[in-house]
C-alpha cells in the first residue's frame, strides 16, 4: 500500500459513532508527545490519549477496524496501539510520519463542516509539496502506509473547540 491513501464513508454505526464521542469527552488527555526530533517543535506540545484494546473492544471500534484492514491483509497480530489525538484552534501541527506503519486515522467528532478547517494534509517525500488534503469528514476513516509525510490544520476558532481523531497503528508487511 505504498503512497496509497484510502477513504471510508459511515466507518461506524451511528450508534457506535455517537458512544465513542461521548466516550471521548469524558477521557483524561495528555499533555505530550513529539511530531519530530527537532528541538524548535517541542515547544508545541499536543494533547492525547491512548486507549487499549478492551477500550477498543467495548467501543466497537476494533471489529471494525480489524473487518477493514483484512483487506491489506492486517491481522490482529500486527496492532500496536491506538492513540487519540484532541487539537484545539491554533494548535501548531509538523509534518511528520510514521515508518512501518499502517495506519487507520478516524474522524470522530459528530458533526463538522469544511469552513472550519481541520483537513488533513499528505505531502510529496519531498515535505514541500501537498499530495492530497482531506476534508475532515465525521465518521470517516482513512487507510495509509505512515511513510507517508503527513500533517493536520488545526481549525479555526469558528469551528468546535476540540477536533479528535482516533489513529490505530498495525505493522506494515514487508516492514
Known amino acids: 500500500m505504498t503512497n496509497k491513501i484510502e477513504s471510508f464513508s459511515n466507518f461506524l454505526s451511528a450508534v457506535d459513532s455517537q458512544k465513542l464521542y461521548h466516550y471521548l469527552l469524558n477521557s483524561s488527555f495528555k499533555i505530550g508527545w513529539d511530531d519530530s526530533d527537532e528541538p524548535q517543535h517541542k515547544s508545541y506540545p499536543n494533547l492525547f490519549t491512548e486507549y487499549s484494546l478492551e477500550e477498543l473492544k467495548n467501543l466497537n471500534i476494533l471489529g471494525a477496524a480489524l473487518k477493514l ?7 490482529i497480530d500486527d496492532y500496536l496501539h491506538c492513540r487519540v489525538n484532541l487539537s484545539k484552534p491554533c494548535d501548531v501541527n509538523f509534518i511528520h510520519f510514521h515508518p512501518h506503519q499502517l495506519v487507520l486515522l ?3 467528532n459528530l458533526s463538522w463542516f469544511p469552513e472550519w478547517g481541520g483537513e488533513t494534509l499528505f505531502y510529496e517525500e519531498d515535505k514541500k509539496n501537498i499530495k492530497c488534503c482531506n476534508i475532515y469528514e465525521p465518521n470517516k476513516a482513512l487507510v495509509f502506509d ?3 509525510p503527513h500533517t493536520i490544520k488545526s481549525q479555526n476558532i469558528l469551528g468546535p473547540t476540540y477536533r479528535f481523531t482516533l489513529n490505530l497503528f498495525f505493522k506494515k508487511h514487508g516492514s
Open 106 to 108: 478516524y474522524y470522530c
Open 146 to 148: 505512515g511513510s507517508l
Open 69 to 75: 484492514m483484512q483487506k491489506y491483509e492486517v491481522t
